[in-house]
């Protein structure tokens, strides 16, 4: 069954604007992990909070998890045309699989 | 240090044809999967490997998937005979350490179109 699940599935802005993503998930976790897909790439590994973190920052990205709320968020701040790609959530599933969510494209205009 | 690769990049076939993938994980990492792409679809798990043995087969969609580590180094991911929803993103992703430890690699996938 689908775990994470991003929000909004598009999101369209300008350069140097912040973007936001949203994730939301069902069960517990042990830590949840942000990926980007530029288009016919393959998935990069942007950053990692665990189930105890509450924020992590990594240059211009900023992850917040509410484990209370089951959720998620990424801050692309001062974006750039080059961030322009999918992002999507993943969370540890039982087993050592990650359960991804649909993903929100990004389109960052120059 | 080489990344994933997989091979091929592309690859668009006819229904009822034989596909198989391969992947190649960074040098050094035990753990193998494969996840797959559905058009407009979530990333979904097939399976995992350690070394050359299936730990974690549960996501594989059906009896015309099936996915072998021979050695414990590359994988391949055979679909026979492929179907049209077969059609999507296939990668394959390494990792050193298993669990939450495990930061998992991704390849560039393969993208089968079957047509």
């Known amino acids: 069954s689908q775990q994470g699940e991003e929000d909004p599935q598009a999101l369209s802005i300008q350069e140097g604007e912040n973007a936001t993503m949203n994730c939301s998930y069902k069960?517990?976790?042990?830590?949840l992990q942000w990926y980007r897909q530029n288009s016919g790439r393959g998935l990069v590994h942007l950053i990692l909070?665990?189930?105890?973190?509450r924020e992590k920052h990594s240059g211009r990205l900023r992850v917040t998890l509410d484990t209370s709320k089951k959720s998620s968020s990424l801050l692309i701040t001062a974006s750039r045309a080059a961030d322009t790609a999918s992002y999507f959530c993943?969370?540890?599933?039982?087993?050592?699989?990650?359960?991804f969510g649909k993903g929100t494209s990004l389109l960052v205009t120059p | 240090e080489a990344g994933v690769t997989q091979f091929p990049s592309h690859s668009v076939i006819e229904k009822g044809q034989t596909v198989t993938l391969r992947c190649d994980p960074i040098?050094?990492?035990?753990?193998l999967y494969w996840y797959r792409r559905v058009m407009g679809k979530e990333i979904k798990f097939l399976l995992h490997?350690?070394?050359?043995?299936?730990?974690?087969e549960s996501g594989m969609p059906n009896n015309r998937f099936l996915a072998e580590r021979t050695g414990g180094t590359y994988s391949t991911l055979k679909v026979q005979p492929a179907e049209l929803e077969d059609s999507g993103v296939y990668f394959c992703?390494?990792?050193?350490?298993?669990?939450?430890?495990?930061?998992?690699?991704f390849g560039p996938g393969t993208r089968l179109t079957v047509l």
């Open positions: 992703a390494s990792s050193q350490l298993a669990g939450v430890l495990g930061e998992q690699f």
């Open positions: 069960t517990s976790i042990n830590n």
């Open positions: 909070i665990r189930s105890n973190e």
């Open positions: 993943a969370t540890d599933a039982p087993g050592y699989a990650l359960n």
């Open positions: 040098s050094g990492h035990d753990n």
């Open positions: 490997f350690v070394k050359e043995s299936k730990q974690d």
